[in-house]
């Protein structure tokens, strides 16, 4: 048995195809473009295989209420492009298989989770952060994810401003100064107009990230 996965995030797709235990027997990645050229793609990569199931874990905000005309959309995402995308609709017309849709977070939380088990030291409540071109975390709290017919927004919760940065507004756009807005890749550029690999580790501005993050 074969089955396939999406990590669809904002930057690059990595699609994968594996077996009933978790083993992985072929995988691609491609940038992220315009919702047409990306997700054809990955249908392109998929139909090359005899996959039996599809699990696709998203950047977002997507739509994750099955009883949603929007059900499986991501929806009101800041990424250019790609709101009201009908991801699900877009696979089903290519494949008549089983699909799960969850977040791009949950998807990372749901691999700590499935590993710890693999591994014998099951953890049965984690939470997985990722800071990136967003933030986003996804939580496992006995088992079960942490969110049903909504999924909590941990990188859009609001912090303590750090004395040294009081007058940075946030990237966020819709809170300004959020986690998101704070340390998201994108705000080194915003702060001092580089990416932050090119920051050297000995700017303060790295001591105002890990403030912000711990």
């Known amino acids: ?3 396939g996965s999406i990590e669809a995030g904002g930057t690059k797709f990595v699609c994968a195809v594996g077996d009933e235990d978790y083993r992985i027997k072929d995988s691609i990645h491609f940038p ?6 990306t997700i054809q793609k990955a249908i ?3 139909k090359k295989f005899d996959i039996e199931a599809l699990g696709i874990a998203s950047f977002g905000p997507i739509e994750l209420r099955k009883n949603s005309p929007k059900y499986g959309y991501i929806t009101s995402t800041p990424k250019p492009g790609w709101k009201d995308t009908n991801f699900i609709g877009k696979m089903k017309e290519n494949f008549d298989i089983p699909m799960f849709w969850t977040t791009d977070v949950n998807g990372s939380a749901y691999g700590e989770y499935v590993m710890s088990t693999l591994s014998n030291e099951k953890i049965d409540s984690l939470v997985y952060y990722t800071i990136g071109t967003g933030v986003g975390a996804g939580a496992i709290s006995n088992g079960d994810f942490v969110g049903d017919v909504g999924h909590p927004e941990m990188g859009h919760t609001f912090l303590k401003r750090h004395p040294d940065d009081l007058d940075f507004k946030g990237i966020c756009p819709y809170h300004g100064d959020c986690l998101e807005g704070l340390v998201a890749g994108p705000t080194f550029d915003a702060r001092l107009g580089k990416p ?4 050297p580790l000995t700017d303060h501005t790295w001591d ?3 403030y912000y993050v711990a």
Do not use: W
């Open 44 to 46: 392109d990569y998929f």
């Open 208 to 210: 105002i990230m890990a």
């Open 196 to 199: 932050g690999k090119e920051v």
């Open 1 to 3: 048995m074969l089955v």
């Open 32 to 37: 992220t473009t315009t919702p047409e050229e």
